[in-house]
């Protein structure tokens, strides 16, 4: 009897590690991040900003901002804390020029020499919460959250880039994570005073050269990052209300909310590959990697 209860418990031990090995585990990176607000794929790797600062304060001014560049787990410092960056945000690569929205200004790097001084990309006064890029042509636009302003600029030279060169756009109320696809640009709205209102929701403009937004939905709340899948059906976003991360099905006009699998605090400017989605979770200073496969 002893031998056939042994046997027994053997058995469903085996049964239960067997399905432990089966549960797929959710992927995070934290090696050297201190809050990240902003992800990349790149090249096969994945880029991370990195704010490094003492508090979690994403308008502070303390120039320990930095970038790192994850390979699988690990990380290597790709544009170090040279008192340049400060709440790095927004990232987007143009030309071998990576580009980063950081407070009251834009700083752009060479990649083939990331040690060289950077260019500056100043923006008028008051313009605080820069903090997402997206390209159309040769055009950038800005998002500055705590005026709801999208800025214009000439990108079609990254290494003689005009400076000064910034034109407004359009506002958009809390304008915080762009993309665009062909001649559509879509806008998540974030409240900056952290007051939901029924203007903060995703905005879509459907043709760039007649800036007009209209609300994509009437679903509220405090959205940050944006992404679209590589057919542009699925819109991605991540929302502090709730700590959701879903996506708007642009064909059926649902919105489907993902179940990460671990515990995300505050979801930043979440970005994809095709196959993951990277969300970084800003005061938690990890980035979970979630497979849309």
């Given at each position: 009897?002893k031998?056939?209860?042994?046997l027994a418990?053997v058995?469903?031990a085996?049964?239960a590690?067997?399905?432990?090995?089966?549960t797929?585990?959710?992927p995070?990176?934290?090696?050297k991040i201190?809050?990240?607000?902003?992800?990349?794929?790149?090249d096969?790797?994945?880029?991370v900003?990195?704010?490094g600062?003492?508090?979690?304060?994403p308008?502070n001014?303390?120039?320990?901002?930095?970038?790192?560049e994850?390979?699988?787990?690990v990380s290597?410092?790709?544009?170090?804390a040279d008192g340049t960056?400060?709440?790095?945000?927004?990232?987007?690569v143009?030309?071998?020029y990576?580009?980063i929205?950081?407070?009251?200004?834009m700083a752009?790097?060479?990649?083939?020499?990331?040690?060289?001084?950077?260019?500056i990309?100043p923006f008028p006064?008051?313009?605080?919460?820069?903090?997402d890029?997206?390209l159309?042509?040769n055009t950038?636009y800005v998002?500055?959250?705590?005026?709801?302003?999208?800025y214009?600029?000439n990108?079609?030279?990254?290494s003689?880039l005009?400076?000064?060169g910034?034109k407004?756009?359009v506002t958009?109320?809390?304008?915080?994570?762009?993309v665009?696809?062909g001649?559509?640009?879509?806008?998540a709205?974030?409240?900056?005073?952290?007051?939901?209102?029924?203007?903060?929701v995703?905005?879509?403009?459907d043709?760039?050269?007649?800036?007009?937004?209209?609300k994509?939905?009437?679903?509220?709340g405090?959205?940050?990052g944006?992404?679209l899948?590589?057919?542009g059906?699925r819109?991605?976003f991540?929302?502090?209300?709730?700590?959701?991360?879903?996506y708007y099905?642009l064909?059926?006009?649902?919105t489907?909310?993902l179940t990460?699998?671990?515990?995300?605090?505050g979801?930043?400017?979440?970005?994809?590959?095709?196959?993951?989605?990277?969300?970084p979770d800003?005061?938690?200073s990890?980035?979970?990697?979630?497979?849309?496969?």
């Open positions: 009897m031998k056939r209860i042994f418990a058995a469903v085996a049964v590690c067997s399905s432990a090995e089966k797929p585990t959710t995070v990176l934290t090696d201190v809050f990240c607000e902003a992800t990349l794929p790149l096969g790797k994945l880029l900003g990195s704010f600062s003492d508090e979690f304060n308008l001014t303390e120039g320990k901002g930095y970038i790192l994850f390979t699988d787990t290597r410092v790709l544009i170090p960056l400060s709440a790095p945000k927004g990232l987007l143009k030309d071998g990576l580009f929205a950081d407070v009251g200004k752009v790097y060479n990649l083939a020499a990331p040690n060289e001084k950077p260019k990309v006064e008051g313009e605080l919460f820069v903090n890029m997206a159309h042509g950038l998002t500055v959250t705590n005026t709801g302003s999208i214009a600029l990108v079609a030279r990254p003689q005009d400076t000064a910034l407004p756009y958009v109320p809390g304008a915080n994570g762009i665009i696809r001649d559509t640009m879509y806008i709205s974030y409240p900056p005073d952290g007051v939901t209102t029924q203007d903060n995703i905005y879509r403009i043709n760039i050269s007649t800036p007009v937004a209209t994509l939905f009437d679903r509220p405090q959205y940050d944006l992404a899948s590589g057919d059906g819109l991605y991540t929302n502090w209300v709730d700590s959701e991360v879903g099905d064909g059926t006009g649902k489907e909310l990460p699998g671990v515990g995300i605090e979801p930043a400017r979440l970005s994809t590959d095709g196959k993951k989605l990277y969300v800003l005061p938690g990890k980035v979970v990697e979630i497979d849309i496969r």
